[in-house]
């Protein structure tokens, strides 16, 4: 496919599908990847992500060819619009993008674009591994507990985006159908009243609870977690519990064990080979993050709830300029960080850009280049844990140097040269 605006590497290869398969990936040694460095501090850390991952590919004989694609001010200088046609196309055509923060406003002016981009793409797992690196600060005194990965469900919930404004005809004829047709009188305060809608279906349920039981089987992890706030909302966060449960026990045999079961059946000894499959309610689950960090491996939940949890879940173990992201589909993958643009801090060559880079790590393993993203990680950590770090860590560290965003990226880089 050719492209108005965008320029297509001459040298690399377009990853595509096994043959006969939705989800396996047939990945060249050159690929073209698609990259959006996004709005505020995306113009930082963008580069500085794209110069350490293209060092691990290349100490590993792999070669990215960047394709640059567009989304948010970059898009508007560009093409007048936040979400070009073209960025979709490119981005679905080479099937394994990453993405810096673009900014979504509060209250008003255009929905999110990150939430546009998993929507459009059917992206419909947010992936956020959440694990600490020696040598970062954290609030609590054992981060190193945490090692828990959340998969969020991306196209449901209240971020589907199904709500009416105030003063709306729109909101006034849902309000006369909640209180006069479906006999909810007395719910609604009178005055301004914004609705929104919260779907919560089986087909996105269990694509998203199968994906995070898959993940838990291949990578031995010990447990599934579903978090939800069933005991309040009985048919939609109830029924996605219900739901992850029928599709763990219906699809995967004695590959798992429910908690009940294993309390009932085996005094709570877990066989060595099944996954435990428990739930939890969401506000006991954010103070067990607490209290009970290493219990927790794998998590899978809605899109409100996960937002929440990988947020706190980040902060045990140093921030959101630590924390790593990705979205996944059907054979596609959009890797992003979790912090936001940051707009204050743009072009001033400051913020940690570690969450892009791990972020791109996790595109790294999804390409199947093991080797190049345990290179990443282990020379993001000894970089940090050496005490060379950018503002966000310095101030919190004893004996630390400062660096700017693209001197961290250079020093990650000499410690990948270094070991290759």
Known sequence: MSYEKIDVPENGKKITLKDGSNDQLEVPDNPIIPIIYGD????????????VLEAAADATGHEINWMRVYAGESARDKYGENLPDETVEAIKEHRVAIKGPLTTPVGSGFRSLNVGLRKLLDLYANVRPTYHLEGVPSPVTTPEQMDMITFRENTEDVYAGIEWEAGTDEVEQVKEFVEEEMGHDNVIHDGPVGIGVKPITEFGTKRLVRRAIDYALEHDRDSVTLVHKGNIMKFTEAQFRDWGYEVAEEEYGDEIITEDTLWEERDGDAPDDAVVVNDRIADNMLQQLLTRTDQYDVIATMNLNGDYMSDA?????????????????????????VHGSAPKYEGQDKVNPTAMILSGRMMLEYLGWNDAADLVRDAVEETISSGKVTYDLERQLEDAEKLATSEFAREVVDNIESVA
């Open 313 to 337: 879940a980040g902060a045990q173990i140093g921030g959101l300029g630590i924390a790593p992201g990705a979205n996944f589909g059907d054979g596609r993958l959009l890797a992003e960080p």
């Open 40 to 51: 505020g501090v995306g113009s930082d850390v963008g580069p500085a992500a794209q110069q």
